[in-house]
């Protein structure tokens, strides 16, 4: 089954520094990844996908992605995070069933940005 | 563009009474989904729709829940009785074609159903 893992529930970084939110995954074939960030009361906003190519995807809001075949890995990235970036950040993968795609959420990471 | 909007916002009901949820997709969208959200976790496929069919209900629990998209456009999400455990955040996204696996889903706000 194709899924994706966000082993860290919250993270933690001071503004202006930079973040990472950590996402993993497991795919039978190539891997669609994507991120999605999700405000208080608000559905989940599309921030960047990866399908091919450039292993770095750049997204909305400065954000960017590293897609790592040897690791399996699709970590988030911003270089110098802000006050405002403070939401629930999720990562899906593109999963492949007898009845067409859908995608396939981790449990969410929590992004805390202090002044 | 408009997004994609849901309705009502918040829902509090007493267990065993029916409930219901509307989504109005984004113009020209015709995959349609319903994604149940519990606290603290990612968002969970209930079903799956190209214009008015249902391809996608396998994880829909259809001894209590039922969906329509009658024109293609707009959905109805049904749960009816509403259990404890129904409590949690629906979602509602769509996308412009099925055809392509690359198109990212947009998603409306969400109802928050409290179940008593």
């Known amino acids: 089954a194709q899924s994706v893992a966000q082993p860290e529930d919250q993270v933690n970084v001071a503004e202006g520094n930079p973040l990472t939110v950590k996402c993993t995954y497991s795919?039978?074939?190539?891997?669609?990844l994507f991120w999605y960030v999700q405000y208080p009361n608000r559905g989940l906003q599309f921030l960047l996908k990866?399908?091919?190519?450039?292993?770095l995807v750049k997204g909305s809001y400065g954000f960017e992605a590293e897609f790592n075949k040897s690791q399996t890995s699709f970590h988030l990235k911003k270089p110098s995070a802000l006050v405002s970036d403070s939401a629930l950040y999720f990562c899906?993968?593109?999963?492949?069933?007898?009845?067409?795609?859908?995608?396939?959420f981790g449990k969410g990471t929590s992004l805390l940005v202090t002044p | 563009e408009a997004g994609v909007v849901q309705s009502p916002r918040y829902k509090i009901i007493e267990k065993k009474q029916p409930v219901a949820f509307w989504c109005n997709p984004i113009?020209?969208?015709?995959?349609l989904y319903w994604y149940r959200q519990n606290l603290g976790q990612g968002p969970e496929l209930l079903i799956r729709y190209e214009n008015e069919e249902a391809v996608d209900d396998s994880q829909l629990p259809k001894d209590r829940f039922s969906a329509e998209r009658l024109k293609g456009v707009d959905s109805t999400l049904k749960i009816q009785p509403a259990e404890l455990g129904d409590s949690a955040v629906y979602l509602c996204a769509s996308t412009r074609t099925s055809g392509s696996i690359y198109n990212e889903q947009f998603f409306g706000p969400g109802t928050r159903l409290t179940v008593l």
């Open positions: 113009s020209g969208h015709n995959t």
């Open positions: 899906a993968v593109r999963a492949y069933s007898n009845s067409g795609y859908a995608l396939n």
């Open positions: 795919v039978s074939g190539n891997p669609y």
């Open positions: 990866y399908i091919t190519g450039d292993n």
